[in-house]
């Protein structure tokens, strides 16, 4: 049996995902992976949602300093239409884009295109995330980042969300964007699921 070696396909497009959680680098190694595209003299392009407002709108910003234009698009459709024509297709938080982002990036990658999605794998419930799970299928490569635990140093692979220093609500909104003192990167054994709907009359009741 030859040794498995890992090789970029000769013709035609592909998807690599990378996915982790918060604080595990995803924005950084997309970044990477775009900016050798072009010192390569590619065409490529960094895509994120419009939702993510974080530090720069007109750029991606990982959370150690590394930086790349990047335009914004508000649907998968949007996505399809702004990353036409271009070699490398950067897609950042790809969680948050609709369902749409899957046929999108499959149009994509048929046309020829390196399409590159970073994003959450799970949310803070420790659920997949949007259409991560598709993409994770079908992508050619796949990248699992993991970040150093805040309680622990372990690996870390799930997001901790806190509200007020405690775990937040099973039943609350999954999209928080940018409010970087309420979340954690944890492992699974230091990952504390919120309470639900149900034993939030607990919290109501204290
Ligand atoms: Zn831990």
Redesign the pocket.
Same mark, same amino acid.
């Given at each position: 049996m030859p040794p498995v070696i890992r090789t970029q396909p000769h013709a035609g497009g592909w998807l690599e995902v990378v996915c982790g959680p918060m604080f595990s680098g995803k924005s950084e190694e997309l970044i990477r992976r775009l900016r050798r595209a072009e010192i390569a003299g590619q065409r490529a392009l960094i895509v994120k949602p419009l939702i993510d407002d974080r530090y720069d709108v007109g750029h991606v910003v990982s959370h150690a300093g590394a930086k790349m234009r990047a335009v914004t698009a508000q649907s998968g459709g949007e996505v399809e239409r702004l990353a036409g024509g271009y070699d490398a297709v950067g897609i950042d938080e790809v969680q948050f884009f609709d369902d749409a982002i899957v046929g999108a990036i499959d149009v994509l990658v048929s046309g020829g295109a390196r399409v590159v999605a970073a994003g959450l794998a799970q949310d803070f419930r420790g659920l997949p995330f949007g259409a991560m799970p598709t993409l994770l299928c079908v992508a050619e490569f796949v990248d699992k980042l993991e970040a150093v635990?805040h @309680? !622990?140093?372990?690996p870390?692979t799930m997001t901790q969300r806190l509200v007020d220093g405690r775990p937040a609500p099973f039943g609350g909104e999954t999209i928080q964007v940018g409010a970087l003192d309420s979340y954690e990167a @944890? !492992?699974r054994?230091?990952f504390a699921p919120g309470l639900d709907v149900a034993a939030g009359a607990l919290a109501h009741a204290g």
């Open positions: 635990c @309680r !622990c140093g372990g870390a @944890r !492992c054994a230091c």
